[in-house]
């Protein structure tokens, strides 16, 4: 089986940073997609950022040039870091991952638990 845990969330005002990580691991022979999601009470969840294995990134519009998403493939891990946060970005921040769990090319998506991260104003 394969888990993702994530770290790096916390409290920070407005205009600050944090630096999200999330570590993959278990039965994984390579991460196709992979990247991260977030949910606000009450609120549908939705795309913050992804990269492909080959290095494709997806930002939601709202993100754009204040987040950046990083991987490092061989370690399966990956990084967001967010700057100039607003309170808005306030969520449980959870990492994402399309595992492939066979050499031949089975795949499943996985998901993290999910971080806090709070901005204050």
């Known amino acids: 089986q394969v888990q993702l845990v994530e770290s790096g969330g916390g409290l920070v005002q407005a205009g600050g940073s944090l630096r999200l990580s999330c570590a993959a691991s278990?039965?994984?022979?390579?991460?196709?997609?992979m990247g991260w999601y977030r949910q606000a009470p009450g609120k549908e969840r939705e795309l913050v950022a992804v990269?492909?294995?080959?290095?494709?990134?997806n930002y939601a519009d709202s993100v754009k040039g204040r987040f950046t998403i990083s991987r490092d493939h061989g370690k399966n891990m990956v990084y967001l870091q967010m700057n100039s946060l607003k309170p808005e970005d306030t969520a449980v921040y959870s990492c994402?991952?399309?595992?492939?769990?066979?050499?031949?090319?089975?795949?499943?998506?996985?998901w993290g638990q999910g971080t806090q991260v709070t901005v204050s104003s």
């Open positions: 990269m492909t294995n080959g290095g494709r990134t």
């Open positions: 278990g039965n994984i022979f390579g991460i196709n997609g």
């Open positions: 994402y991952a399309d595992v492939r769990y066979t050499y031949w090319g089975n795949t499943k998506d996985y």
